[in-house]
């Protein structure tokens, strides 16, 4: 079945840039998201893009997408203290309108 | 709006007990799901409907059931009450592709 694969944690310095990493398995995925967690919340739709982009920029979120290597990144420049959460990789298939299916989700903590 | 909601958004039960899991969304949504998250384990979806009256099985469906008698509402019940099933539930809903979650229920199971 699909898998989705991303590090269990990242820690960076407060102003410097976060990438974030993700791998999945299904080649027939057209839509690929991250979402971000904050403690005790539910999962907020940070960004996504379609199959057919090689990158996609919304202010300080750069998202990448090596389609060969089935390798998506999220970077997120000027890291600041409320980044820090939970960030989950999640991919579909087809129409988009099947189920998503998470990464384990990635911890960022961002030193002051 | 209020987008997706959910109740309780705590409870203890005891083994064997029942309750029911209300998800509400009230942005004419087609597509609603229901997941578990469990630390280290990220989301695993437990059953999802692609329509008011549909129900399918996700990834973790033994010990859960649905419904979706109302467009709107999606509810995720539980006969028998586990230890296993102590987790946080989160629902989602979605007019195709982009998912709108919930805020959580955390339930534990005694």
Known sequence: GEDV???LFLSVREGD????NCTYTD???????WYKQEPGAGLQLLTYIFSNMDMKQDQRLTVLLNKK??????RIADTQTGDSAIYFCAESANSGNTPL?????TRLSVIA | NAGVTQTPKFRVLKTGQSMTLLCAQDMNHEYMYWYRQDPGMGLRLIHYSVGEGTTAKGEVPDGYNVSRL???NFLLGLESAAPSQT??????SSPSGVQYFGPGTRLTVT
């Not at chain 1, 840039?17 to 974030?20: P, Q």
């Not at chain 1, 080649?27 to 998201?33: E, G, M, N």
């Not at chain 1, 299916?101 to 989700?105: A, I, P, T, W």
Request: hydrophobic share 30%; net charge positive; charged share 20%.
């Open chain 1, 5 to 7: 694969e991303q590090s």
């Open chain 1, 17 to 20: 840039s976060s990438v974030i």
């Open chain 1, 27 to 33: 080649s027939s995925s057209t839509y690929l998201y």
């Open chain 1, 69 to 74: 290597d089935k390798h998506l990144s999220l």
């Open chain 1, 101 to 105: 299916v998470f990464g384990k989700g």
């Open chain 2, 70 to 72: 109302k467009k709107q």
């Open chain 2, 87 to 92: 987790s946080v539930y989160f629902c989602a």
